[in-house]
Nanobody
Framework: VQLQASGGGLVQAGGSLRLSCAAS????????MGWFRQAPGKEREFVGA???????RYRDSVKGRFTISRDNAKNTVYLQMNNLKPEDTAVYFC???????????????WGQGTQVTVSS
């Protein structure tokens, strides 16, 4: 199984980006798909996840700003990020899990990350 995150870039505070996570096989339809991020010198942290039925879960700091969606036909998961803040700057990763959880340890099939930089 391969996961590839893309769509990162440099954006001003208040701007938007949409990240994509393309998966091989049927990873997206068969798993909970999560988004994580890691800023320099910090631990990887949970951003949000989407379950099989489209149910979602987010960390408090991104609620109301970030939205996760999935397209099973395209084996792709998206992270729409609006009203970006400098503290959102990080490398963003996608991963798969068999459970809806925020625990990094429960996720597998980590993909390569994509850099998001938000300037003030």
């Amino acid at each position: 199984v391969q996961l590839q995150a893309s769509g990162g870039g440099l954006v001003q505070a208040g701007g938007s980006l949409r990240l994509s996570c393309a998966a091989s096989e049927r990873t997206v339809s068969n798993n909970v798909m999560g988004w994580f991020r890691q800023a320099p010198g910090k631990e990887r942290e949970f951003v949000g996840a989407i379950g099989w039925h489209g149910n979602t879960r987010y960390r408090d700091s991104v609620k109301g700003r970030f939205t996760i969606s999935r397209d099973n036909a395209k084996n792709t998961v998206y992270l729409q990020m609006n009203n970006l803040k400098p503290e959102d700057t990080a490398v963003y990763f996608c991963a798969a899990s068999s459970v809806m959880t925020s625990s990094t340890r429960s996720y597998y099939h980590w993909g390569q990350g994509t850099q998001v930089t938000v300037s003030s």
